[in-house]
C-alpha cells in the first residue's frame, strides 16, 4: 500500500493516476473541504482517508499496514506562517512519526524543492531544510526529491492574465536561467524510486533539460500561443514592499511576494547520476509541454 498527502495537488494527482494505471495499491489522505476534489480519485481506485496533518489519528490510520508514504505537501495560496509551517515542516514531521510508529515502512518520500545557489533569503528553505535533517535522521528509509519550479506554475497560472491583459508578471529582470519541468517527469522520477535500491537514502535534485530564463520562456509560450506575449517587469523591492503593506488585509501576501521571488530565482542542477538511477531518459522541453497543452485544450493553429 502506498499511502499519499498532498493527493489532491497538481503534483499528487499526477502521482495517483500513474500509480493507479500500473495497479499499484493507493491511499490518499483528503481534508474534508477537499472531498469533491478527490472524487476523480476514488474513481481510479484509491482509498481516501479522511484528516490533515493536524490530525494524528488520520495520519497514524493513512500509515497502517503502509509500506510507502509520500508526502508532497504545499501550502498552495495560503502562505500565512502557520500555513507554511504545517505544509513545510510540522505537517511532514507528523507523518514522519505516523510512519515510524506503524512498523511496516520501507520508504518514506519527501517533497522538498530545488534550492537557489544563495537561498539563505528564503524563510521556507529553512523548514525545508530542517524536515529535511528529521528525516534523514529518523531510521526510515527515505528518498528526498528537490524539483525545480514547473511548467505548469507558467503556463496554467499566468494564462488568466495572459488572456485578459496579454502580458506575464517578471519579477527582477527576468535574465536568471532556471531549469523548470513538466509534471510528469516529476511524477516519473518519483514512481521510478520506488522500490529501487540506488534511490534508498538519497536526495535528488530534479530540473529539465533546458537552462532558459523567464524571458525566453515568455518567447516560446508567445509562438506556440500565437499571440504576442509582452513580459511585465515588475522590481522585486516593490513587489516585497507591496506585500507588507497588504498584510493587514491579506495575511499570507508577505509570503506569496517571497514565493515568487523565489520562484524567479536562478536554479540549476547537474541531472545525469539521476537521470540513470530513476531510469528518465529523454525530459519534455516546454515547447513541446505548452504544444500538448493547448491541443488538449482544441485550441486553434496548435499543431
Known amino acids: 500500500m502506498i499511502f499519499i498527502v498532498g493527493g489532491t495537488g497538481t503534483l499528487g494527482q499526477t502521482l495517483v493516476r500513474m500509480l493507479r494505471e500500473q495497479g499499484k495499491p493507493v491511499r490518499v489522505l483528503v481534508r474534508p473541504g477537499s472531498m469533491a476534489k478527490a472524487e476523480p480519485l476514488r474513481k481510479l481506485g484509491a482509498e481516501l482517508i479522511r484528516g490533515d496533518l493536524r490530525d494524528q489519528a488520520s495520519l497514524d490510520l493513512g500509515c497502517r499496514g503502509a509500506t510507502h508514504v509520500i508526502c508532497a505537501t504545499s501550502a498552495g495560496d495560503d502562505r500565512r506562517p502557520e500555513a507554511r509551517r504545517l505544509a513545510e515542516y510540522q505537517g511532514p514531521l507528523n507523518l514522519l512519526h505516523a510512519a515510524q510508529k506503524s512498523g511496516t515502512c520501507q520508504q518514506f518520500i519527501f517533497t522538498s524543492t530545488l534550492f537557489p545557489r544563495n537561498p539563505v533569503g528564503y524563510k521556507f528553505v529553512w523548514a525545508k531544510l530542517m524536515a529535511e535533517e528529521a528525516i534523514q535522521n529518523s531510521g526510515v528509509p527515505y528518498t528526498i526529491f528537490r524539483p525545480c519550479g514547473l511548467f505548469y506554475e507558467i503556463i496554467q497560472r499566468g494564462e488568466p492574465l495572459v488572456e485578459r491583459f496579454g502580458v506575464f508578471p517578471i519579477f527582477g529582470s527576468g535574465k536568471k536561467r532556471t531549469q523548470m519541468l513538466a509534471m510528469t517527469d516529476v511524477s516519473r522520477a518519483f514512481f521510478n524510486a ?25 518567447a516560446i509560450w508567445s509562438r506556440i500561443w500565437g499571440t504576442k506575449i509582452r513580459p511585465l517587469h515588475l522590481p522585486i523591492w516593490l513587489m516585497n514592499a507591496l506585500g507588507w503593506a497588504l498584510q493587514p488585509f491579506m495575511p499570507s501576501a508577505p509570503g506569496i511576494m517571497e514565493l515568487l521571488e523565489f520562484s524567479y530565482d536562478a536554479m540549476s542542477c547537474d541531472m545525469t547520476e539521476t537521470s540513470r538511477i530513476l531510469r528518465l531518459g ?9 504544444r500538448e497543452y493547448y491541443i488538449n485544450k482544441g485550441k486553434p493553429g496548435v499543431a
Do not use: C, I, K, W
Not at 535500491?197 to 532558459?212: D, I, K, Q, V, Y
Not at 529523454?282 to 505548452?290: A, I, K
Open 194 to 218: 520506488l522500490d529501487n535500491p540506488e534511490a534508498l537514502n538519497r536526495t535528488f535534485e530534479l530540473g529539465g533539460s533546458e537552462h532558459l530564463d523567464f524571458n525566453e520562456m515568455v
Open 282 to 290: 529523454r525530459l519534455q522541453t516546454l515547447e513541446e509541454y505548452t
